[in-house]
């Protein structure tokens, strides 16, 4: 069983990447579950959604609380949020900015991660250019599938085109590549350290 | 076909593929995806032959189904928590009239205080009603039970209500093999209505009836639900062999055979629960667990039957009943009567509390330790630093003012928090 936890901000697409990235997984022959954890509902609250990924049928049914992976579509969260609740020394992370961790303040927090299993992203900047918004979510899946291999960049994309039509799906799906071959860019920077 | 849709939108599929001809609803959160999927098959026309009907109200909703199944349509509607209430006056007009209407109701907790999240308390309140009240552990099982509510209802002039988990279920994305339209409807026919409002041949549904007919009406309706008892293990038995996976009847037990403490719950905790017992089945103990499907009618034999072997039974449920206890509990006091068991009350999971594995296996550490008291009423995960608080407060201020906002402000919370 891998676990993610995906932490926004309502309008950011939490819940709609966690649901993608069920798609993506199913697609690929695995079983999957996303759920929501629904708050007040408002632009700009803080969101929680969830993806378990597994090779056998899930029947359990209750938030993660021990993630495997966490993606912080807005590092800005951790004012308000325990954002890293529960994750282990070999936990992944995708942090969406365009700073760096130290910057921001959690430097700390990755330290008691793998670095080679930490990557940041300006998903929202990637967003902006390909898609013409800045909904960060879907670059931010991009990133997860090159860092932690559970899903192809393909999965990820198939599951894009068909939840978005046309010109917002193609959109997303460049936002998407993009953002994979930064990540995969930092893994080989990490790799040659 | 398999796919990983979202729950709402594989249950708004499965009653497209039953061919509903009115469907009559009023949004509430969380079963709205639901009645939208559906206004949107029918405005597209893959839900043909069905008339839409967006209503000022749930009371409105279900007395539209009342009127739609009283001249011979198949009706639906679907509601959650306040929304039923809303309905609780047409509830019992449809069942006391017998008319098969079907009914998701996404389970909401009821206020005050106001909450949009999961527990039962919302079909536990109308489980008197005179509804067949059936529970999915899952999605998957959600779709199955909706194609088999239209066939148990039809079958024997009742109205039915398929209860999944609000949120945990609805808004779920998991794996769904929906069913094709051949096989449906090979499986559920056009209904054939047992009254019918008809000019050429009038009737009347709801006559008033006085003291000389007012009993025997009503005990034709027990014996018509108690009818349902033998009525779905056989639709159940051929859905099986119709489609290939067994889903509903009315029983669901899980390693029970030699267990000696059973759990006994309903909904989408089911499969969390058996996630515990397979652990402390590796570990040795003797534990199952017990899925009630149907809970109205209350299948009293299967349950006993079930826990015959069992030194103890924990039900743990979504719901209560203030100032007596447990509702499934009782109910499951009363099938076991005279068996030498012991039956812990657990309520759980109230308005969108998660229960998790580790508090599930903390409550049967203690049962297994006999550190729980059999008589008592136990609500898991209770902040009990958090009533002597509010308790301690209300002793000292002349106002102590509403215990809700009280505990939410020594709480400190936020929404965001609510995942911990």
Redesign the interface.
């Known amino acids: 069983m891998f676990s993610v936890r995906i932490h926004g901000r309502g309008g950011q697409g939490a819940v709609t990447a966690a649901e993608l990235l069920s798609v993506a997984a199913f697609a690929e022959g695995r079983h999957a579950q996303a759920f929501p954890t629904f708050g007040s509902e408002r632009t700009g609250a803080p969101v929680v959604a969830f993806c378990r990924i597994d090779e056998r049928p899930i029947r359990l049914h209750e938030p993660i609380t021990h993630p495997d992976a966490l993606i912080v579509q807005d590092p800005t969260l951790v004012h308000q949020v325990d954002l890293f609740a529960g994750i282990g020394s070999g936990g992944y992370l995708v942090v969406n900015t365009s700073s760096t961790l130290d910057a921001l303040g959690l430097g700390d927090l990755a330290l008691r991660l793998d670095p080679r299993r930490v990557v940041t992203v300006a998903a929202t900047e990637i967003a902006r250019e390909h898609v013409g918004r800045p909904v960060p979510n879907v670059p931010l899946l991009g990133a997860f599938a090159a860092l932690t291999g559970q899903v192809s960049l393909a999965a990820v994309c198939d599951a894009v085109r068909e939840r978005f039509p046309a010109e917002l799906g193609e959109g997303n799906v460049r936002a998407a590549e993009v953002a994979h071959e930064q990540v995969l860019e930092q893994l080989r920077t990490y790799a040659d350290a | 076909m398999r796919?990983?849709v979202?729950g709402s939108q594989a249950v708004a599929r499965a009653v497209t593929l039953c061919r509903p001809q009115v469907i009559a609803a009023y949004p509430i959160s969380p079963q709205t995806h639901i009645v939208e999927s559906l206004s949107d098959r029918v405005r597209t026309g893959e839900l043909a032959g069905c008339e839409y009907l967006m209503v000022e109200s749930e009371f409105g909703a279900l007395s539209a189904c009342i009127g739609a199944s009283g001249a011979g349509a198949r009706a639906y509607t679907a509601t959650s928590s306040q929304g039923l209430l809303f309905m609780a006056e047409a509830l019992f007009n449809a069942s006391g009239l017998g008319l098969p209407i079907v009914m998701t109701l996404a389970n909401r907790a009821i206020g005050a205080p106001i909450n949009?999240?999961n527990d039962h308390s919302d079909s536990m309140a109308m489980r008197d009603s005179g509804w067949i009240q059936l529970f999915a552990?899952?999605n998957q099982e959600a779709v199955d039970l909706h194609v088999q509510a239209f066939r148990l209802a039809e079958s024997l002039s009742v109205p039915v209500m398929v209860c999944m988990?609000g949120?945990?279920?609805t808004?779920?994305?998991?794996?769904v093999d929906l069913p094709t339209q051949e096989q449906v409807d090979a499986f559920l026919p056009p209904l054939v209505p047992q009254q019918l409002l008809d000019p050429d041949d009038p009737v009347t549904i709801g006559a008033m009836v006085g003291p000389e007919a007012f009993t025997e009406v009503k005990y034709l309706m027990h014996v018509k639900q108690m009818a349902a008892l033998d009525e779905l293990p056989v639709i159940a038995a051929e859905f099986r062999a119709a489609f290939g996976r067994s889903s509903g009847g009315l029983v669901k037990p899980y390693r029970t055979d030699d267990a000696e403490t059973v759990v006994v719950a309903l909904g989408?905790?089911?499969?969390?629960i058996?996630?515990v017992v397979d652990t402390m089945r590796d570990e040795g103990h003797c534990v199952g667990a017990l899925g009630i499907t149907c809970f109205r009618p209350w299948p009293a034999a299967e349950v006993r039957e079930a826990l015959a072997h069992a030194t103890r039974v924990v039900v743990v449920e979504r719901a209560f009943a203030v100032g007596a206890g447990g509702i499934v509990g009782q109910n499951v006091r009363d099938a076991t009567r005279g068996l030498p068991l012991e039956a812990y009350d657990v309520v759980a999971g109230l308005g969108g509390r998660?229960?998790?594995?580790a508090s599930l296996r903390r409550l049967l550490d203690d049962v297994l330790a006999e550190r729980l008291d059999p008589t008592a009423l136990h609500f898991l995960d209770l902040d009990h630093a958090l009533v002597q608080r509010e308790l301690e407060r209300s002793r000292h201020g002349h106002r102590p003012g509403p215990h809700a906002e009280n505990m939410l402000r020594a709480l400190g919370t936020?929404?965001?928090?609510?995942?911990?």
Do not use: C, K, M, N
């Not at chain 2, 929404?415 to 911990?420: K, L, P, R």
């Open positions: 796919s990983q979202e949009i999240w552990e899952s988990d949120f945990v279920l808004h779920a994305f998991e794996e989408s905790v089911l499969g969390t058996e996630d998660p229960v998790t594995r936020v929404a965001s928090g609510a995942y911990e």
